[in-house]
């Protein structure tokens, strides 16, 4: 491997969504052959009638060009479309039949692909987006990254409202929001002016979970006033007089702190957050992870990030932070953590992680020789846009714990909770150094960019929902 190849696999690989970029190829092929406003094209001879004027000529030849854009780039959504049904189709024959282990053509093109819990009309989508963003009207920029990734996330909103609206069979239960970048601004909290609070209200008028699954980690009922804080504008809503919400809708907000370590449920009676005990809802192979092991890992993460602030010269203007579950870097007051070295420590982490996840020959303990598997354990390290974390448990293990824990009286009607039924926002979704990638192994997903496009994309969902 050269050292440009390692440079750009280490610092651009897992930035990169390999589905979005091969899509975006994709549609670099009619961008480049046919959206050019000087060439001519004899199949329209109709165009030929308005020659003398130039500009009038222009402006109908732009049309044209825009029209058989938006044709050709349908195709290829359709082509896709089609494309993750049947993987869709395989994967369930894989289910069935383990020993099988087929991979579809699209898994074949995208080796990094991941579930697709429903199918996603692309088309429509590709419509809708393209009235808002002129993707087939621009002559000179091609669809780009953003527009792909706002064209899966509309897809996936109207697949999962289609199946909302079929009651008979799965429908959308569980709505999960990461917290920092997505329901707030980094580091901030919800006030009553937060546009997202009035469509959470909305949500949970439609009688559906909310829940914040984020990898701030606070234990116990005193950790409960850091999340109602950071929720303010929303609980201030329950507790007001004229709040139109019934109470067992309130009950259905929930938040999952640690990534998948704390659970805290709104309470009527306490008029906010409750500490959830673990014995109520933790799944059966979290409750299994050895408590060593995770010391081990810990204790390692900690050395490790010792080492970096140390080899980057970060003791002055770094603190570093071991909790129960987690370890952190975070900068101190008036200081900033560069994003180059915010990088290569969330990297470096994550090189570490490997090595003793996979097992070592060293021993965790004196006591313990043989090889060790800590694999079992889940284990997130990501770059939290100012500081880096590593956190044992991750968003998978965060989103599938509510799903089981508000399935618990599975006599009733809203139960199971399946992925197909349950959809996650956040921002992080690179598939290294992010903390809601891993929410993609437990539900449908959406990535957004700002608070403000999580306010969009409700708006989309609500709107598509009444
Ligand atoms: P999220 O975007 O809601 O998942 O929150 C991520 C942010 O929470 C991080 O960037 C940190 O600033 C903050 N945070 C506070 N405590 C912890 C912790 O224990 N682990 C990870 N992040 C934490
Ligand atoms: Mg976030």
Redesign the pocket.
Known sequence: MTSRYRVEYALKSHRRDEFIEWIKALLAGPFVLHADIESFDSEFPELYDIPEDSDIYLKEHEKVIAKDCQRRYLEIFKDVENLIEHTILIDEINDKNPERNSTSRLRNLVPSLGRFFTPLPLTEAFLIEDERRAISKRRLVSPSFNDVRMILNTAQIMALTKIYKDKAKAHLKLITF?????LYED?QSLNENSAVVKRLINLLKLDLFVGVV????YPNQSGAEKYHERLQGLIDYFNNPNCSLKDSQKENLLVMG?ESNYLFRYNNEMKGLKFINSDEWLLPQVKSWDNDKITYIMDTIYQHLVHLRMKFNLEQSTTIIK?ER?V?I?PNEGYKILREQLEEMVLSCSNKLNIILRGSRKSYSDSHEALIQLRDIKVCAFN????V?V?IGDKALGVESLQKYLCQDSNSEFCPITKAESLHIG??FASLGA?DFKARLSACTVWIANPAETVAILDDLINYLE
């Open positions: 990461d917290g920092d970048v997505t580091g984020t990898a701030a980690g640690a909790k987690s952190g975070i939290g846009g100012s500081d974390w956190d921002d992080q903390n």
